[in-house]
């Protein structure tokens, strides 16, 4: 028995959405954003808020980039999000009478792609980590979209193909 965790990192928030017995089986949104990490960028670095945006990105959570100065003060809200992850998974594992044998997070959203991420949560949980690919499914003769900007589009999709099959 898998459960399957959705982590959307968006930029004015995210959810965590637990996917377990082909159904969802409950969200949780967060507090964590990736407008906040830049804002905390911008305040602690006393930097503007563009030149926050780029840093977050360039540097991610590579320590041997800026002095590790970005890496710190993003993984202070990362911290924050794997206590929310263990937090709802010890929830999830009381209130089910299923063993559960095994986690996979999918991170999804603009957020899934800093740099560093997917091995972060690797490292600090138990679970397997990778990117979600919304456009596993798609029917599509060769893949249109980067891989590098797929797990930001996965509410895009999504909504898009609800519109497709409601079509039919």
Known sequence: NQLTIIVDL???????????????QFTSTLDISG???????AKKLNMGHEKAEKAKHVCGLDKKKAKGEISNIILESF????????RNI???????????????????????????????????????????????????EKNIIPKKYT???????????RHIIEDV
Do not use: C, M
Request: avoid cysteine.
């Open 35 to 41: 407008n906040k990490i830049t804002e905390t960028i």
């Open 90 to 140: 010890n929830y999830y594992k009381k209130t089910t009478p299923i063993d559960l044998k095994e986690t996979k997070i999918l991170l999804a959203g603009g957020g899934a792609n800093l740099t560093g991420l997917t091995e972060f949560v690797k490292q600090k949980t138990e679970a397997q980590v990778e990117l979600a690919n919304p456009s596993i499914n798609l029917n599509l």
């Open 10 to 24: 968006g930029a004015n928030r995210s959810s965590l959405i637990f996917w377990h017995q082909n159904t969802i």
């Open 151 to 161: 797990a930001g589009l996965t509410s895009a999709i999504g909504l898009s193909l």
């Open 79 to 86: 911290n924050g999000l794997l206590d929310e992850i263990e």
